[in-house]
């Protein structure tokens, strides 16, 4: 069994940084691949970001890709997701997820089984 804590949301201004953070307990957590999603009410959960368990392959969503970065460190079971030049659209409700299943990164929340309670990024104008 793997928990997912998400931290490092809140309020920030057009064009700055925060970084998310989701920490994870259970010893398998370094053998799985891990997405980051994005939830606005209303809408469906989007993809975001996602690395491979090993941290060799990654894939992001064309609407941040040169703006986030997801990174991990197994040794703290910790996966985060840096972003920076921060826009209005970024506004939502962020998700950690881990997927258990052996393979390739996933863009699709159905592969993942586990999922954080989320963290709130509200951007301003």
């Known amino acids: 069994q793997v928990q997912l804590v998400e931290s490092g949301g809140g309020l920030v201004q057009a064009g700055g940084s925060l970084r998310l953070s989701c920490a994870a307990s259970g010893r398998t957590f370094s053998n799985y691949n891990v997405g980051w999603f994005r939830q606005t009410p209303g809408k469906e959960r989007e993809f975001v970001a996602a690395i491979s368990w090993s941290a060799r392959s990654t894939n992001y969503a064309a609407s941040v890709k040169g703006r986030f970065t997801i990174s991990r460190d197994n040794a703290k079971n910790t996966v985060y997701l840096q972003m920076n030049s921060l826009k209005p659209e970024d506004t939502a409700k962020y998700y950690c997820?881990?997927?258990?299943?052996?393979?390739?990164?996933?863009?699709?929340?159905?592969?993942?089984?586990?999922w954080g309670q989320g963290t709130q990024v509200t951007v301003s104008s």
């Open positions: 997820a881990a997927d258990s299943h052996w393979g390739q990164i996933s863009n699709n929340p159905s592969p993942y089984d586990y």
